[in-house]
């Protein structure tokens, strides 16, 4: 059973390349709401060119299939954050990483959760992977609800994971399997 099966609608899909000037207004607009939990960025990635050029690149990767990269949209379709599975390996591992961000005026209303959610079905169902793993700063109680509401486990936290706002963070880490994902 999928998402769509109990009358869902998408809520998330593959980034083009039109996307990036509403990806650069969206991030200059959050630039405050982001940077605690984001990496420190050059100013160019906060244009449209410099968005376009992450696309670009995102989009090359998923050629690859080493990528997902997908944006998440509101009701009426607008974009209004990001979601993507990075580092997809295959093999016996079957595996990536997921990270995801919603704009602070949809925060907090179950955009990411739901996103979350169709990504992880996505992953499973369609990519046919075992095990989509996630990291947030010790912190982030938001993004830990969002990630245990879909069936994450924390596992451990890794020291120094991850440089994220200027400094080495510790992340607490979180993995959903197929056997145990939840199934709608």
Not at 107 to 118: I, Q
Not at 143 to 169: C, D, H, T
Request: a neutral charge; proline letters at 4%; one cysteine or more.
């Amino acid at each position: 059973m999928s998402a769509w099966d109990d009358g869902w609608v998408s809520i998330t899909r593959l980034v083009t390349p039109e996307d990036a000037p509403a990806l650069a207004e969206l991030l200059r607009v959050n630039r405050e709401f982001l940077a605690p939990w984001e990496p420190v960025r050059s100013e160019d990635y906060f244009t449209a060119d410099g968005q376009h050029a992450v696309i670009q690149a995102d989009l090359q990767q998923h050629e690859q299939g080493s990528k997902l990269p997908h944006v998440i949209l509101d009701d009426s379709g607008r974009v209004i954050g990001r979601i993507t599975l990075n580092g997809i390996v295959r093999g016996p591992f079957q595996s990536c990483a997921m990270g995801y961000w919603v704009s602070a005026s949809h925060n907090g209303r179950g955009f990411a959760t739901k996103a979350v959610r169709e990504i992880v079905q996505v992953a499973f169902e369609q990519l046919g992977l075992h095990r989509v793993q996630a990291e947030t700063l010790l912190h982030n109680a938001g993004s830990q609800r969002v990630l245990k509401r879909n069936g994450f486990v924390r596992f451990g936290m890794a020291p120094e994971y991850l440089n994220i706002a200027g400094r080495w963070q510790d992340h607490a880490m979180y993995q959903v399997v197929k056997t145990s994902a939840a199934t709608g």
